[in-house]
């Protein structure tokens, strides 16, 4: 259970974070409103993958071996999600 507060929290942390620091790379990682499926009132970060990842690392190293059992093909599988995610929501011209 602890594992899942830690990783929660550190989840939620790393949004905040992103969302605080979006001055520095909002030219990069802001979505901008025009679009179909635009929901927000201002142009926000897409990058929020990066504090799931976060959340799912600090989940990983706090958790007991059973749990890492489970945790790390997650990991694994979510390495490739990720880094194309990322490379997605910079450089905007990666397709589905």
């Given at each position: 259970?602890?594992?899942?507060?830690?990783?929660f929290?550190?989840?939620?942390?790393?949004?905040?974070?992103?969302?605080?620091?979006?001055?520095?790379?909002?030219?990069?990682?802001?979505?901008?409103?025009?679009?179909?499926?635009?929901?927000?009132?201002?142009?926000?970060?897409?990058?929020?993958?990066?504090?799931?990842?976060?959340?799912?690392?600090?989940?990983?190293?706090?958790?007991?071996?059973?749990?890492?059992?489970?945790?790390?093909?997650?990991?694994?599988?979510?390495?490739?999600?990720?880094?194309?995610?990322?490379?997605e929501?910079?450089?905007?011209?990666?397709?589905?």
């Amino acid at each position: 259970m602890q594992a899942n507060l830690i990783a929660f929290a550190v989840t939620v942390l790393a949004g905040l974070g992103l969302i605080a620091t979006q001055r520095w790379h909002g030219r990069f990682s802001l979505d901008g409103l025009d679009g179909i499926q635009k929901h927000h009132d201002e142009p926000t970060p897409r990058i929020g993958g990066i504090a799931i990842a976060a959340g799912l690392l600090a989940a990983w190293f706090t958790a007991d071996p059973a749990q890492r059992q489970v945790l790390s093909p997650l990991l694994l599988a979510g390495v490739p999600a990720l880094l194309f995610g990322l490379a997605e929501d910079v450089s905007k011209r990666v397709g589905v």
